[in-house]
């Protein structure tokens, strides 16, 4: 990338949306669960202090971490959960830390079917009842089938969840189905096993997903952007790949969805990593392959997550026309200044690196990482500077005692309530 090109940095062009929403311009902070709320599921002050640092600089958009819609369907102790307006408040205080800043602030919302650690809640739901992986049936364990008066009721709260968003001045609110959680389990003929009217072929298997996305539509009118992240595959053998995902993504477009991120994996087979392809190394971006793919079905606004790491890559990658967003996570978390750097055409200070505890089998899991970049949000939002060297089987401890706590307390929370 010549200096000149960087000059004019793509970064800086504003998206309109088909809607006629305006981003201000190119550059995302992806969905990062912060696990701050209370062993009670509010959010706090916490939340306002990190967004609004996250926002300082103008990013474009930001999307919350992933946002609950069921008290009794938790991904970790201490997500936000939006099933009414008893934190009205504090979830309006969240949404201007952002928007009066001039940024965008879109919340994801998300169910997290299996995928939630033992003992978290009191019964776990999936499309069917299929049990993880060896190396993972100590930590997550194998959930019921879903009945069909349950998947309705999920379908109306993403809804009922997304009005209270937009009420309380949220930009937009963004459907999680991918990772894992329980719309990509749907999605999946690895998870889903049903042979009624939400699975048994790829149209049915993605009801559950349209039935939400009409839901919410009906619930916030056209005026308010929904995007959804969708794996471009799950990287599982048998499991959902990028020809049922590119099935999905036209269904949506056809169907009205205002922005597609991109992204891949699940717990078992590995969160956003990268492919082993050199050439998508050298361009950063993991799924960028895919989003030219989808790129020729689709006219919907694309956000591609994962591996960016420096200006020159983004704007290689968006040269490419092949997506329009360039989404952010891990960068954020050891620098919340980032957009200062990368919206002025230049690199932030710090690098994201690998990060490994020394120990082979908890290094093979991909949620170690997610734990030791979630510490790091958690000093930002005491107002603390983040720990780029912090040690990462220090960390590993730390967030192993922090869960199994939190478990313990969301349980006791739960039986004095
Ligand atoms: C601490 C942490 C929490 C995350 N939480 C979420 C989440 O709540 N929802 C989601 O869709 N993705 C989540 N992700 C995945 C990121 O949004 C992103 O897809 C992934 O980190 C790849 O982007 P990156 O290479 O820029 O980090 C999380 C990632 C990290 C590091």
Avoid at 18 to 36: D, F, H, M, Q, Y
Avoid at 301 to 327: C, H, K, Y
Wanted: aromatic share 8%; charged share 20%; net charge positive.
């Amino acid at each position: 990338m010549t200096h000149l090109q960087l000059k004019t940095n793509l970064l800086n062009q504003s998206l309109t949306l088909p809607n006629g929403v305006v981003i201000p311009n190119r550059l995302a902070k992806a969905a990062t669960s912060e696990t701050l709320a209370t062993y009670s599921n509010n959010p706090t002050e916490k939340h306002v202090r990190l967004y609004q640092r996250w926002a300082a600089f103008g990013i474009g958009m930001i999307i919350t971490g992933n946002i609950m819609i069921d008290r009794r369907a938790l991904g970790e102790p201490g997500n936000v959960v939006v099933e009414d307006e008893r934190d009205f408040a504090v979830l309006q205080k969240w949404a201007k830390s952002v928007t009066e800043q001039g940024s965008q602030l879109w919340a994801q919302l998300n169910h997290p079917g299996k995928q939630s650690p033992k003992g978290l809640n009191i019964r776990n739901i999936s499309a069917s009842a299929v049990p993880f992986g060896a190396e993972m049936q100590s930590l997550f364990a194998t959930p019921d089938e879903a009945t069909h008066d349950e998947i309705i009721e999920i379908i109306q709260r993403f809804g009922h969840s997304a009005a209270i968003c937009k009420k309380a001045g949220f930009s937009g609110v963004e459907i999680h189905a991918a990772h894992g959680y329980l719309i990509n389990q749907f999605l999946s003929p690895l998870h889903n096993l049903r042979k009624d009217e939400w699975g048994g072929t790829p149209e049915k298997r993605r009801k559950f997903l349209m039935e939400v996305y009409k839901e919410i539509r009906k619930q916030v009118g056209t005026d308010f952007p929904i995007a959804i992240k969708l794996n471009s595959a799950d990287f599982q053998k048998g499991g959902f790949t990028e020809e049922d995902s590119l099935e999905v993504i036209k269904v949506l477009a056809a169907a009205g969805i205002d922005l597609i991120e991109i992204s891949g994996g699940t717990y078992e087979s590995g969160v956003a990593k990268a492919p082993q392809k050199p050439s998508t190394i050298i361009r950063e971006a993991f799924f960028i392959e895919f989003a030219e793919k989808v790129r020729n079905h689709v006219k919907t606004p694309l956000m591609v997550t994962g591996g960016f790491r420096t200006v020159e890559g983004m704007n290689q990658a968006l040269e490419s026309n092949a997506f329009d967003i360039v989404g952010i996570a891990r960068l954020m978390a050891i620098d919340p200044d980032a957009p200062k750097y990368l919206l002025a055409g230049t690199n932030s200070k710090q690098n994201v690196q690998p990060i490994k505890t020394g120990i082979k089998k908890i290094d093979r899991l991909g949620i170690m990482e997610v734990l030791w970049y979630t510490q790091q949000l958690n000093s930002i939002a005491q107002g603390k500077a983040p720990k780029p060297k912090e040690n990462g089987l220090w960390a590993f401890i730390k967030s192993v005692l922090r869960s199994g706590w939190g478990t313990y307390a969301t349980q006791r929370t739960r039986i004095k309530s």
